[in-house]
């Protein structure tokens, strides 16, 4: 089992940036590929970027690229989601979730299903 708890979300203006952290606790944190995805109202969740086990590779939504940086600490059993340049439709609850594959095949980073834990969320809120 591995918990996950969000936290650094908040409300910001358009332009403005934010960095979202993920404390992991329970099996071993080196050995899961670190995903965030997000909510908007009304939608279905997506995905936003993730990050391999040892942190070397990463993949990013093309609505992010360039503007959100995903990185880790395997020491700190952290992930954590930079966030700049941000816009009103990043406004969402935003997830950080564990998967177990060392998959380098991004078709399946961006899947819910290749991610067996999850945390509860917290939102972000970008005011134009």
């Known amino acids: 089992q591995v918990q996950l708890v969000e936290s650094g979300g908040g409300l910001v203006q358009a332009g403005g940036s934010l960095r979202l952290s993920c404390a992991a606790s329970?099996?071993?944190?080196?050995?899961?590929?670190m995903g965030w995805f997000r909510r908007a109202p009304g939608k279905e969740r997506e995905f936003v970027a993730a990050?391999?086990?040892?942190?070397?590779?990463?993949y990013y939504a093309d609505s992010v690229k360039g503007r959100f940086t995903i990185s880790r600490d395997n020491a700190k059993n952290t992930a954590s989601l930079q966030m700049n340049s941000l816009l009103p439709e990043d406004t969402a609850v935003y997830y950080c979730?564990?998967?177990?594959?060392?998959?380098?095949?991004?078709?399946?980073?961006?899947?819910?299903?290749?991610?067996?834990?999850w945390g509860q969320g917290t939102q972000v809120t970008v005011s134009s």
């Open positions: 979730a564990a998967g177990p594959s060392d998959t380098v095949v991004f078709a399946r980073w961006i899947k819910e299903v290749e991610y067996d834990y």
């Open positions: 990050i391999r086990r040892t942190g070397g590779t990463t």
């Open positions: 329970g099996r071993a944190f080196s050995g899961y590929r």
